[in-house]
């Protein structure tokens, strides 16, 4: 049975669906973040279809196969060697301490490489807020937003939520970073972003990434998607990635609610009473950034 070297420091909080754990290590001088992908158990979607959201091996295919998300825009961190078991793989990264690209650099580097001729190699994901859209129903949909003052607006989003997955499945198709939060951006390389965790990188509509990116930053949505078109350049359809944008930001900002919603919902006590709990209100204030966007969809 596989196990971290004794002298290794574990890393918190750090990790996906598939990830054992995150350790930091020294090696020859050199720092190195470690990180352990261990198969499902079960034969589920995450452990055989590479082009599935979660696929539990994405991040070790990137690590093998680094030239499909370097650049331009975004690129990889400097990958150490592979250690792949019967029950996992071991992919090492070198760690990466430097001051963080602002906002707006990212946005335009998520353009950039978005817009980018690629190539797309079987294990890449392809449905990316389908699949997570899913998930979310697997777990009832959006039952606790039914309590709540935005029951209406979640209801109709919900009933719609295919057809605007299908609108931006019929817009301009370009690589996702998949999971753009501002930790995954550690560094600028030049007119770069230096990106790690990339487990659910994946070809989807361009926009994906700055509508996403847009629930974790403070800079304004239309300014970023504004720094995201740059970044894709003249020739962009600009329409069909801000709604690209506009979509997974009010899918995933909803999604986020429902799930902290409930998670406070099983204590006792009135739902409402919750709204202000650690746990909730950021959910709740990134909600509430993103009521333009819920409103041009409801348009």
Request: proline share 6%; glycine share 10%.
């Amino acid at each position: 049975m596989w196990e971290p070297d004794p002298s290794w420091h574990r890393l918190h909080g750090a990790g996906g669906p598939a990830t054992h754990g995150v350790w930091l290590a020294e090696a020859d001088g050199r720092r190195w973040v470690v990180k352990r992908l261990e198969a499902p158990q079960e034969r589920t979607r995450a452990r055989t279809d590479p082009g599935y959201a979660g696929y539990w091996r994405r991040e070790a295919e990137i690590a093998r196969d680094p030239a499909v998300v370097d650049g331009p825009g975004l690129v990889p961190p400097e990958f150490g060697e592979l250690e792949e078991d019967d029950q996992g793989v071991t992919v090492r990264s070198l760690e990466l301490v430097d001051e963080p690209p602002t906002g707006l650099f990212v946005a335009r580097g998520l353009g950039r490489f978005a817009g980018a001729a690629h190539r797309t190699p079987a294990w890449a994901s392809r449905d990316l807020l389908a699949d997570r859209l899913a998930m979310a129903e697997g777990r009832g949909g959006w039952r606790t937003l039914a309590r709540t003052t935005l029951a209406d607006v979640a209801d109709s989003l919900w009933r719609r939520r295919g057809h605007w997955v299908d609108r931006c499945a019929a817009g301009p198709q370009g690589r996702l970073h998949g999971d753009a939060v501002p930790a995954n951006f550690l560094a600028r390389r030049g007119e770069d972003v230096v990106a790690v965790d990339w487990q659910c990188f994946g070809v989807g509509p361009v926009g994906s990434d700055v509508g996403y990116y847009a629930l974790s930053v403070r800079e304004e949505f239309d300014v970023l998607v504004d720094a995201f078109l740059d970044g894709v350049g003249p020739e962009a359809d600009r329409e069909a990635i801000r709604l690209a944008a506009q979509v997974t930001a009010v899918y995933t900002v909803l999604s986020r609610a429902e799930w902290a919603l409930a998670q406070a919902a099983k204590g006792e006590g009135a739902l409402a009473g919750k709204f202000r709990h650690p746990a909730v209100a950021p959910h709740l204030r990134a909600l509430q950034r993103q009521f333009p966007q819920m409103e041009r969809l409801l348009d």
